[in-house]
């Protein structure tokens, strides 16, 4: 299979080869995500638009609070791989505590400093309308990125790992994890999903539940809680001490006479929020999934604390959203692989999807190749 990074590079030749030679690839702009050209990589779409801007512009990038190691390294990567680019970078976060208004003037910054892109990773995805259609007048392409905008049409673009896929990954995995224990179902689980502010939250958790739903049917998997909805699992602001909280309490509460098997977790930074939970109260390690492969994690996963992780991989991203800088700045329209899944309610954001990976004990040494920096903190942990 190929590494993102080869995905990701291989756009760029293309879209390149594409502004080189002219070429529009009409008609083909709603190629579902993953479909290949002969050259095997994603197609482009529709016929450059008009414009574009000079190289050296103001490119503004807006992240939300550091909720996980992944949004702490974008600032850096962003700031890094703009510059190499030739552009001027902004690069704003949200204040923590204070984050939807704090990203609002920020968005609003942007655009005084005359931003050409403003690439928005939402604090609050449905509370960025005002501001984004400000950009839009004055003449701005935006790109959300990681995190879908919402209720507006003011985005242009969305930039994203499959998040459905991120799910469906979790909940494969989950099984997997169950399985390989060795204990006999049915196996007691619990349900986690991240920040209901945040429309990754329910995207992964359906991927996920997509899974686990019909083992839930059939009694593989017994819930013991009961809550088995994105409401009652939701942890809000994606907080480490809301769900050590969470799990504590359905510990105490559901677990007295049972074991907990496994947990659905939805990212890395509560996976261990929930094992801290478990082992506080004795209860041994459940299976517990995560994703975002921060460094962390990654020890865990290597000492059999975590079972799982998902690496999506914050430098292709970035590279994918500096290639779509780039052909925008040419004044082409920018690359896009789904035009289908990602309905903001207001608009189908034409959207870039790249695949996460699923990443356990059996592949950690294998799967950043995408990813010096993670692969030199598994090189230098393994044991
Ligand atoms: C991101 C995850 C991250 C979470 C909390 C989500 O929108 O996609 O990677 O773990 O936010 O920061």
Known sequence: MKSNKFIATGVLLTAAALVLSGCQSGGRGAAPAETSTDAGTTETTEAPAAGGFEKGSVIGVALPDKTSENWVRAGAIFEEGLTEAGYKPSVQYASEGDAVASQQQQIEALITEGAKVIIVGAADGSQLGAPLEKAKA????????????????????????????????????????????????????????????????????????????????????????????????????????????????????????????????????????????????????????????????????????????????????????????????????ATVNDTEQYDNGVKVVPAYLIAPISVTQANIETAYADDPKLQEVIDGYKK
């Open 138 to 333: 004055a003449g701005a392409t935006v790109i959300a990125y990681d995190r879908l905008i919402l209720n507006t049409d003011a985005v242009d673009y969305y930039v994203a790992f499959d998040n459905f896929k991120v799910g469906e990954l979790q909940g494969q995995a989950l099984l997997e994890g169950l399985e390989a224990s060795g204990k006999p179902s049915p196996w007691n689980i619990e349900l986690f999903s991240g920040s209901p502010d945040d429309n990754n939250a329910g995207v992964f958790f359906n991927g996920a539940m997509s899974v686990l739903q019909p083992k839930i049917d059939d009694g593989t998997l017994v819930v013991p809680s009961g809550q088995v909805d994105v409401a009652q699992t939701a942890i809000q602001d994606w907080t480490a001490e809301n769900a050590q909280k969470r799990a504590e309490t359905l510990l105490t509460g559901f677990y007295t006479d049972k074991d907990l098997n496994g947990v659905l977790s939805p990212n890395d930074n509560l996976a261990r929020a929930i094992i801290t939970a478990a082992e506080g109260a004795g209860k041994g390690i459940p299976v517990v999934t995560g994703q975002d492969s921060e460094e962390e994690s990654l020890k865990w996963i290597i000492d059999g604390k975590q079972y799982q992780t998902i690496n999506k991989s914050t430098p292709v991203l970035i590279d994918q959203v500096i290639t779509m800088v780039d052909e925008l700045q040419a004044g082409s329209e």
